[in-house]
T-cell receptor, first 114, second 114 residues
């Protein structure tokens, strides 16, 4: 089965540093998402992206966050100035239809902000 | 507002026992979609099932079965003859008529002991 690939699997950074989390969605998918899961808590929606634009974003997704599809295969999440509370597992997901469709999730990037 | 409640934080069973994971949802939409995802210890999110709001048929897939009841806003998941490999966190999730944004429940930790 096709997979969503995320790199790196683990990222450690100092508070205030910028990080970029990378994802390669499934090749024929058009809808892309980022979710995060703080340790022991529920999975939370951050942002959805379609046609090179943000479709929807949550309150968590403030000005410190940005997403980009720099080429035909990658989808990135940038955190400009990391905070301790950004420590979480970040999941990328993709789907091939706009609504009611299952999301294919990557294995996640565990971000630790020290 | 949409909400998913998984009241069972953690369940422990002995192998071969049947176990039911509860999920109750809230939404004002008439069209919506319900999902179950599994998160094994390795951390990835694995899709198990999707149901739309107009399809109340129960579904069985091997040892897994799902009971969707609109009258009680519930979408419960039963594992028959549980196995150690079923040990994981199970998330119920809801998406609305438009878009694929998933609202997750808090998850239920299932521990199956041999």
């Amino acid at each position: 089965e096709p997979e969503v690939t995320q790199t790196p699997s683990h990222q450690v950074t100092q508070m205030g540093q910028e990080v970029i989390l990378r994802c390669v969605p499934i090749s024929n998918h058009l809808y892309f998402y980022w979710y995060r899961q703080i340790l022991g808590q529920k999975v939370e929606f951050l942002v959805s992206f379609y046609n090179n634009e943000i479709s929807e974003k949550s309150e968590i997704f403030d000005d410190q966050f940005s997403v980009e599809r720099p080429d035909g295969s990658n989808f990135t999440l940038k955190i400009r100035s990391t905070k301790l509370e950004d420590s979480a597992m970040y999941f990328c997901a993709s789907s091939d239809r706009a609504k009611g469709e299952k999301l294919f999730f990557g294995s996640g990037t565990q971000l630790s902000v020290l | 507002a949409q909400k998913v409640t998984q009241a069972q934080t953690e369940i422990s069973v002995v192998e071969k026992e049947d176990v039911t994971l509860d999920c109750v949802y809230e939404t004002r939409d008439t069209t919506y979609y319900l999902f179950w995802y599994k998160q094994p210890p390795s951390g990835e999110l694995v899709f198990l099932i999707r149901r739309n709001s107009f399809d109340e048929q129960n579904e069985i897939s091997g040892r897994y079965s799902w009971n969707f009841q609109k009258s009680t806003s519930s979408f419960n998941f039963t594992i028959t003859a549980s196995q150690v490999v079923d040990s994981a966190v199970y998330f119920c999730a809801l998406s609305m008529e438009y878009g694929n944004k998933l609202v997750f429940g808090a998850g239920t930790i299932l521990r199956v002991k041999s």
